[in-house]
């Protein structure tokens, strides 16, 4: 029988599986990708499995639990192992407010892809979010990422840039529900 896949609100001890898991996916969507590599993911994005890195991931656990109506981490698991997490947030009350809620980061190792796991967590924050306005950024150099936000009514606005000088992105924004 195949283990079932848990999503919860994570612990402080879920930190540093978090950031294995989030570097892992890393490489599995951009080790072939053009222009990117194993070496310039360890050496621009291996920070995400550092100490320092760890503790922002227990200040966001933490700003959660302060005010989850701004705040929203979900991890998932498969038994034991964490296979996914989201993450989104609103403008902390003291920035220029314009009332969207921003979809930080969605990932889901390659052995959950097709399974509607990610779907089952981009479900959840757009719950969350409770009818407000959406954006990310993504890369069209992770080719399944944009197909699957155009399915939950997310739009391309336009607007591009590059992460660490290599990473073409795209601005993506789902309208608040009418
Ligand atoms: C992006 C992500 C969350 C989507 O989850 P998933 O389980 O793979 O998504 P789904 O299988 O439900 O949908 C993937 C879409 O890509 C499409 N797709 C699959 N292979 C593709 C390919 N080679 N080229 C283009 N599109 C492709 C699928 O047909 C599907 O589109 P559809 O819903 O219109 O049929 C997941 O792939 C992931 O975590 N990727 C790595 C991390 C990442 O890029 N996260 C987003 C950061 S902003």
Do not use: C, N
């Not at 009350?93 to 097709?114: C, F, I, M, P, T």
């Not at 399974?115 to 979010?129: C, E, K, P, V």
């Not at 990310?136 to 197909?147: G, K």
């Amino acid at each position: 029988m195949t283990t079932p896949v848990t999503v919860d609100e994570p612990t402080d001890a879920d930190a540093s599986a978090l950031g294995a898991m989030h570097l892992r996916s890393w490489h599995e969507t951009y080790d072939e990708a053009p222009g990117i590599g194993a070496a310039w993911v360890d050496e621009h994005i291996g920070f995400i499995t550092s100490p320092p890195a760890d503790a922002f991931r227990v200040r966001t656990f933490a700003a959660q639990r302060a005010d989850p109506s701004r705040t929203y981490y979900r991890v998932a698991r498969r038994g034991e192992v964490v296979v996914g997490f989201v993450h989104a947030s609103l403008p902390s009350q003291d920035q220029d407010d314009d009332g969207d809620a921003k979809l930080e980061a969605l990932y889901v190792l390659r052995s959950e892809h097709g399974t509607g796991l990610a779907d089952r967590l981009m479900t959840s924050a757009l719950a969350w979010a409770d009818g407000r306005a959406v954006w990310l950024e993504a890369s069209p150099l992770s080719v399944r990422a944009v197909p699957f936000y155009r399915r939950h009514g997310f739009e391309p606005t336009g607007e591009t840039g590059v992460f660490r000088h290599r990473v073409l992105t795209v601005t993506l924004r789902r309208p608040a529900d009418a």
